[in-house]
């Protein structure tokens, strides 16, 4: 089928227009960690192009004017599908929505990609350090997954944090598959390291990121030297309050932000749907 065709009868189910420059996708799958936390998959657009990293527009077709919220893109370039993370506030003006949705059920997606958190943002260095909380760990399940990473960057270390054991399985199962990876399985051999702690229950490690690096058991739990703006970069996504805190201790490591235009040593994002 191509992709206008597709297009249309994606369209077709829901029963208002569709705004000009948005797709209407049909949800694949869907899968609920929490009550706070799931994650879903929807049909790509063949013409959809992202750097990994980066953020879409999301929908829902219930409106004549729906409302969008950003969402980072999870899955890796090549995949043929688009994988999202979110959360569901009981009042959010889309997740209240969204997290009811079903498989056959349609998202609208705006194709416009964008975002901070991309390899392009930041300088050369050896280590890439990708720090999150929450959903903030999207963008990075891109990222890992990119062959590029391995070509600019001899060490990858995911550190994620969340209130909750179970909210951590998303990334638990990203480390494994990656792992076991036929593309990309060898690559990360020795290269990737997968750091989660719990805030708010026991775990094999407890406590915020930003207490692990300020104590410098971070460093010592996995046998690297402190951050160091020679050789560390550091892309940082999740709730504000850890942007604002991790942000001070990198900086005061000496590293600089960078942006698409002016690329430096670390970048930041905030995991949008509030
Ligand atoms: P905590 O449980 O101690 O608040 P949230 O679900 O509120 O977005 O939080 C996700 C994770 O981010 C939680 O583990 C939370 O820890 C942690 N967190 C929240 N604020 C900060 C901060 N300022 N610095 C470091 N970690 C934080």
Same mark, same amino acid.
């Given at each position: 089928?191509t ?7 994606? !369209? !077709? ?6 705004? !000009?420059?948005?797709?209407?996708? #049909? ?7 929490? *009550? ?5 998959? @929807? ?20 409106a ?15 995949d043929?599908?688009? +994988?999202?993370?979110?959360? #569901? ?15 056959? *059920? ?5 194709? #416009? ?17 990708? @720090? ?10 891109? @990222? ?19 209130? $909750? ?6 990334? +638990? ?12 399985? *060898? ?9 989660a702690?719990?805030?708010r ?7 915020? @990121? ?17 951050f160091?703006?020679?050789? *560390? ?11 604002r ?5 990198? $900086?005061?490591a000496?590293?600089? $932000? ?6 430096? +040593? ?9």
């Amino acid at each position: 089928m191509t992709q206008a065709a597709r297009q249309q009868t994606d !369209a !077709a189910t829901s029963e208002f227009p569709l705004p !000009a420059g948005v797709h209407a996708e #049909k949800v694949m799958s869907v899968r609920h960690y929490t *009550d706070r936390l799931f994650s879903f998959r @929807i049909t790509r657009p063949q013409s959809f192009r992202f750097r990994s990293g980066e953020f879409v527009m999301l929908g829902l077709p219930n409106a004549v004017k729906p409302i969008f919220r950003a969402y980072s893109i999870a899955s890796p370039s090549w995949d043929e599908e688009l +994988e999202f993370l979110s959360i #569901k506030v009981p009042d959010g003006p889309l997740t209240r929505h969204l997290q009811k949705i079903m498989p056959g *059920d349609t998202i609208l997606l705006r194709t #416009k990609p964008t975002g901070t958190l991309v390899l392009d943002a930041l300088t050369p260095g050896s280590r890439l350090w990708m @720090i999150s909380t929450g959903t903030g760990i999207a963008p990075f399940a891109s @990222i890992v997954r990119d062959p590029e990473t391995y070509d600019k960057f001899e060490q990858v270390i995911l550190t994620h944090t969340c209130r $909750e054991v179970a909210e951590l399985t998303y990334g +638990e199962e990203l480390a494994r598959n990656l792992a076991e990876d036929p593309l990309i399985g *060898d690559l990360v051999q020795n290269r990737f390291f997968h750091y989660a702690t719990a805030t708010r229950e026991p775990y094999v490690r407890t406590g915020r @990121i930003t207490s692990l690096i300020e104590s410098g058991r971070l460093f010592e739990d996995l046998c690297v030297p402190a951050f160091d703006p020679a050789v *560390d970069r550091v892309m940082i996504c999740g709730s504000m309050g850890m942007i604002r805190d991790v942000r001070a201790l990198v $900086e005061k490591a000496g590293l600089n $932000e960078g942006a698409n235009s002016a690329p430096a +040593e670390f970048v930041v994002e905030r995991a949008f749907v509030d």
